[in-house]
């Protein structure tokens, strides 16, 4: 298990730049670290309402940047959740080291965005990394048809397999007719007459 | 994991099967899958050569009936994913929402609200591995451990019923604190320091009666091995995690509410099988009367500061202002890491909740519990992880 993260570092040069309306917050140990590994595969720093920092990470980028954070130690991938803003798709990931004290227990977050302008969303999967993103990695495909690139059975996880669309997207039009298909029997439909299921 | 091929099965070496392999469906209606799950067992005699799991059976949309109602509308529902022990479902929400209306800090709750969350979800903690034991028992045939396990959940439940009327489906928290106050009741207090004061009698009653049953040791033990790296792997938390060997518990290295204060331990064991998460759940039952104990004397004895519920937020015209952001608030269930990544808008509906359920994260793995084992200890593996389809699905 690796030391507790080291203080922040300022990585600043002496000249500050020109004021800003509100200053960005600076990434500190290791997200400090991580950022100054991948400065290209990642965009940009963030520090979410509950105080804690995430990382947006370029989809192609985000394996090694997840590989370089598992060889950090943080070995638990958390959550895995995914997200629909007006104009992109967001994949939040958070990991953490998992500790037997408070010391030794640290979170990292990263965030994929996505824009909706560059077509239907695709990310790189985690599964070999961690095998756990495979069901979560599924049920984000379900509900937002988020791509995976690299899961090996990237199937619905809720829905049936005939299900059109993906629901949890903003601008998911509830179906005028259910098809369930199911396998080797024949094909039910149930039609949306009474304006309710 | 890879799919299972049943068209063209093999051995888990990759060999192809010297056998007549046999395809057999369990549930989604089979009692010892716990609800609505189904397994898809690939079987070499009694042997099972692989497992895929089958869900969504109970799935009912809850994340997106969460954008289409108000923020605190929404409590209710999380009652209804896992309803065994739905307080904790309701905390890791309303933590989530505050971290959004109160910053990192959300000094919103005062210290007295903060001492009847804790009361209320380690009661419910109790509730939970009580019926866990129950039933996982009745998965293996015994059917009286239930009829103990259920004395002292009927009793935590009528506590639980005085507390805010319900039985089952609480819907207690509130942002900013929780609905009722304790009861007027002078002898409640009282009566479940009594209850505290009887109940490790209960669990060494449990212990002895269990442990000295060689057929039931003999069953257990061995059953439904997971390595450390497994575990670390599969993303599994909670008492699964803890039996390998990995004191990692939420309410220990990143506390919350007021754990801090309160002293437990967090009780592991390197016996990775279904004993050993047995025997994890049972000490944890310990830890949760101690921590109660001394949340019952400083609720008795301390005037703590505040009332329940923060007027300022019991509204719900605050979070139209102030629900802006983006949060995840994690808490230890008593299946797990319970989570919810809440997202805001400024509006009065969330824009999006999404909640890591314990018991979807650690289904994931019981394919490689079962593996090589016999069909019969499926069943007690699949007990161990301590799942229910209501958060699975969702």
């Keep these: 298990m690796a030391a507790a993260p080291a203080p922040a570092v300022p990585a600043a040069p002496a000249t500050p730049p020109a004021a800003p309306a509100a200053p960005k917050p600076k990434p500190r140990g290791d997200y400090a670290m991580l950022q100054d590994a991948h400065p290209s595969g990642i965009a940009s720093y963030d520090v979410l309402e509950d105080g804690v920092g995430v990382l947006t990470v370029a989809p192609d980028e985000l394996f090694t940047v997840a590989a370089e954070a598992k060889a950090m130690g943080y070995r638990l991938l958390s959550v895995l959740s995914a997200y629909d803003r007006t104009d992109h798709f967001g994949v939040f990931y958070a990991f953490l080291k998992v500790a037997d004290t408070p010391a030794q227990f640290a979170e990292l977050r990263l965030r994929v965005v996505l824009p909706k302008a560059a077509g239907e969303p695709k990310v790189q999967s985690l599964v070999d990394l961690h095998p756990s993103a495979d069901w979560h990695e599924r049920e984000m495909f379900d509900m937002y048809g988020i791509q995976f690139l690299g899961h090996p059975d990237l199937r619905r996880m809720f829905l049936p397999d005939g299900w059109t669309g993906h629901p949890m997207r903003k601008d998911y039009k509830e179906p005028e007719q259910f098809v369930a298909l199911r396998e080797g029997e024949d094909v039910v439909v149930r039609t949306n007459e009474e304006g309710s299921w | ?394």
């Excluded at chain 2, 103990?148 to 319900?166: D, K, N, S, V």
């Excluded at chain 2, 007027?184 to 212990?207: N, S, V, W």
């Design chain 2, 1 to 394: 994991m890879a799919k299972v091929d049943f068209a063209n099965p093999r051995m888990p070496d990759g060999r192809a099967p010297t056998s007549q392999l046999m395809t057999l469906n369990m549930g989604p209606q089979h009692p010892s899958t716990h609800g609505v799950l189904r397994l898809k067992l690939l079987l070499d005699g009694e042997i099972v050569v692989d497992v895929e799991p089958v869900i969504g059976y109970l799935h009912r949309g809850s994340e997106k009936l969460a954008e289409n109602m108000h923020w605190v509308k929404f409590i209710p529902l999380t009652d209804r994913m896992d309803y065994v022990s739905a307080m904790h479902n309701n905390h890791g929400y309303v933590l989530a929402v505050e971290k959004l209306l109160g910053g990192p800090e959300q000094n919103i709750v005062s210290e007295r609200a903060e001492h009847i969350r804790v009361f209320a979800a380690e009661l419910s903690r109790l509730c939970n591995h009580l019926f866990w034991m129950g039933t996982f028992m009745l998965d293996l045939g015994a059917i009286t451990p239930l009829f103990y396990a259920l004395r002292e959940r009927e009793t935590i439940l009528g506590f639980l019923e005085e507390l805010c009327g319900a039985r089952l489906t609480f819907n207690y928290f509130r942002f900013g604190g929780v609905k009722y106050d304790l009861p007027d009741d002078p002898t409640y207090l009282p009566r479940i320091k009594e209850f505290l004061a009887k109940m490790p009698g209960h669990i060494a009653e449990y212990q002895k009666q269990l442990r000295q049953n060689d057929i039931l040791v003999a069953r257990l033990t061995g059953t439904g091995p997971l390595s450390r790296e497994q575990a670390l792997e599969w993303g599994i938390t909670g008492p699964m995690l803890r039996a390998t060997g990995v004191a990692h518990d939420l309410r220990k290295v990143a506390p919350y509410s007021v754990y801090k204060s309160l002293n437990f331990e967090v009780p592991t064991t390197t016996q990775s099988d279904c004993y050993g998460r047995l025997h994890v759940r049972w000490a944890e039952m310990v830890e949760s009367v101690k921590i109660l104990n001394q949340v019952v004397d400083r609720l008795a004895n301390r005037n703590l500061e505040g009332i329940h519920l923060n007027p300022d937020y019991a509204g719900g015209k605050i979070l139209r202002v102030k629900a802006k952001g983006e949060a995840y608030a994690r808490i230890e269930h008593p299946k797990g890491e319970y989570g919810c990544h809440v997202i805001g808008d400024g509006k009065q509906n969330p824009s999006r909740v999404h909640v890591r359920a314990p018991s979807f994260a650690n289904l994931q793995v019981i394919p490689l519990m079962a593996r090589g084992q016999k069909i019969a200890d499926l069943v007690a593996s699949l007990g161990s992880i301590d799942i229910v389809l209501g958060d699975v699905d969702r």
